[in-house]
């Protein structure tokens, strides 16, 4: 089984193309650290999502510096060009998870993202009595003479 999983920061902002049967294709590159002090080194790993995750809303949050979780298959690509032979690692991505990064960039989109996520869903679930939102508790002051 090939498995690889990691954690690392986007060196660009992922890029969608489309194939000539027109599926999508999500192209980013991601910062792998390794070591530390003087001995830390970085290693580059291109990443590639095919399908309706490569179509979907995720590349938009796929932005230079975000820090992401990632899984897939791992294979060394080599080729040999005008300068002499090159390789690097590719991964084809099987999952991806945004765990933090660049706020700056994030922002727009992110609150978007939560003002959704914030709305009741319109249908409960098959078998589910709807549910009324919750109200908060009212804040009581701290009395330190009322035990717990």
Known sequence: MNNFIFTGNLGQNAEVKYTQSGGAVCNFSVAVKSGYGEREKT??????MFGKKAEGQLPQYLLKGTQVAVSGELSLE?????????????????????????????????????QAQQQPP?????????????QAAPQQAYDPNVPF
């Open 122 to 134: 319109a249908q409960p679930a098959y078998g589910q009595a709807p549910q009324q939102p919750k």
């Open 43 to 48: 290693n580059w790993v291109r990443c590639s």
């Open 78 to 114: 080599e080729w040999e060009g005008q300068n002499g032979k090159g390789a690097a690692l590719a991964l084809n991505v099987r999952d991806i998870d945004l765990i933090g990064g660049k706020q700056d960039a994030q922002q727009a989109p992110q609150q978007g993202y939560q």
